[in-house]
């Protein structure tokens, strides 16, 4: 069970936009829409911030956004705030197995 | 509201048990499969266990198969994990998720507040 891979770190100013890549396999990433994002601020649960490759749940600002080619997914985060400075995952599955990212720690300059 | 209130850590010796329970409410428990996922000092997210929405189907990890147990009470909406024959590396925050889903996928949503499982002599 090998982690997805991810960039440890990614940085950028307020307002830009910064992308997150999350590399697997055709078993997991590559298959369906097996591909969520979690963001983890420190002291807190993680929280899910895209599912389904692409979707958001409610609460969830459009600023957040997810896609996929071929075996790598992708975290695009526009207009970059302040408060999305956290530790980022994606996560996949396969039949019988959950497979997390190591993590990227985004910072906001 | 969706809540999931992890209980059940704290420091134990290499080689002991721990059973963590997670209390459910705000959503019909018995129709969800259910997760235990653990962040160990820094590391990352790495998946424990996960089981199914009646308890008769559960997979773990490699790094614990054999030393933990998921399970559930549909009756009293909690999940367990027991912990035996812990190691150092066990050491963890321990977060207990909902498994939410569709045709295609599946994912952890909402997560518990977690609880810290410390194990050391």
């Known amino acids: 069970q090998f982690a997805l891979t991810q960039p440890p770190t990614v940085s950028g100013s307020p307002g830009q936009s910064v992308t997150i890549s999350c590399t697997g396999t055709?078993?997991?990433?590559?298959?369906?829409?097996?591909v969520s994002w979690y963001q983890q601020s420190p002291g807190t649960a993680p929280r899910l911030m895209i599912y389904?490759?692409?979707n958001r749940p409610s609460g969830v600002p459009d600023r957040f956004s997810g896609s996929k080619s071929g075996n790598t997914a992708s975290l695009t985060i526009s207009g970059l705030q302040a408060e999305d400075e956290a530790d980022y995952y994606c996560?996949?599955?396969?039949?019988?197995?959950?497979?997390f990212g190591g993590g990227t720690k985004l910072t906001v300059l | 509201e969706v809540q999931l209130l992890e209980s059940g850590g704290g420091l134990v010796q290499p080689e002991g048990s721990l059973r963590l329970s997670c209390a459910a409410s705000?959503?019909?428990?018995?129709?969800?499969?259910m997760g235990w996922v653990r962040r160990a000092p820094g590391k990352g997210l790495e998946w424990v266990s996960i089981?199914?929405?009646?308890?008769?189907?559960?997979y773990y990890a490699d790094s614990v198969k054999g030393r933990f147990t998921i399970s559930r009470d549909n009756s009293k909406n909690t999940l367990y994990l027991q912990m035996n024959s812990l190691r150092g590396e066990d050491t963890a925050v321990y977060y207990c998720?909902?498994?939410?889903?569709?045709?295609?996928?599946?994912?952890?949503?909402?997560w518990g507040q977690g609880t810290l499982v410390t194990v050391s002599s």
């Open positions: 055709s078993s997991d990433v590559g298959t369906y829409k097996r």
């Open positions: 705000g959503f019909t428990f018995s129709s969800y499969a």
């Open positions: 389904e490759v692409s």
């Open positions: 089981i199914t929405d009646s308890g008769s189907t559960t």
């Open positions: 998720a909902k498994r939410d889903y569709s045709s295609s996928s599946r994912w952890f949503d909402p």
């Open positions: 996560s996949s599955h396969t039949s019988f197995s959950i497979i």
